[in-house]
């Protein structure tokens, strides 16, 4: 059998993070941190939405999950319609939503983390149709 004093230090190096990677997982766990309440709405595919068991799913859930998880923090998620969860996060019902649009209106409501996601509308037109000028204009034109 080796003497351990001769084992190289990349061994103990890695050893040592090792227990310091469980120390941190056993406190976290020891230490009753509050669950992070985090709300969802029900239909915003691929981001959020329930699973065929009825559990919410999607790319924004499970980025929060994974999040959660890798910091050592309890989640509870619960789900509504958008005005709800919306509601529950400005009245301090839920710690936070998954996934909520950037706006100046709800800037002074909550804070933003940095985006995840970045979105663009766009407007199709079949050919020969006027141009959309302006917001307005594209409000009167909903054609489908």
Known sequence: MADMRQLPFQYWF????IIGVLTIGVSNAESNQPEVRVGTELNFPP???LDKSGEPTGFSIELIKTVSIEMGLPIKISTGSWDAVWSDLVAGKID???IVAKAPEREGLVDFSLPHTETYET??????DPPIKNIAAARETRRC
């Open 14 to 17: 890695a050893v040592l993070v």
């Open 47 to 49: 981001y959020a939405f």
């Open 96 to 98: 936070a939503l998954p």
């Open 123 to 128: 407007f199709f037109l079949r050919n020969g």
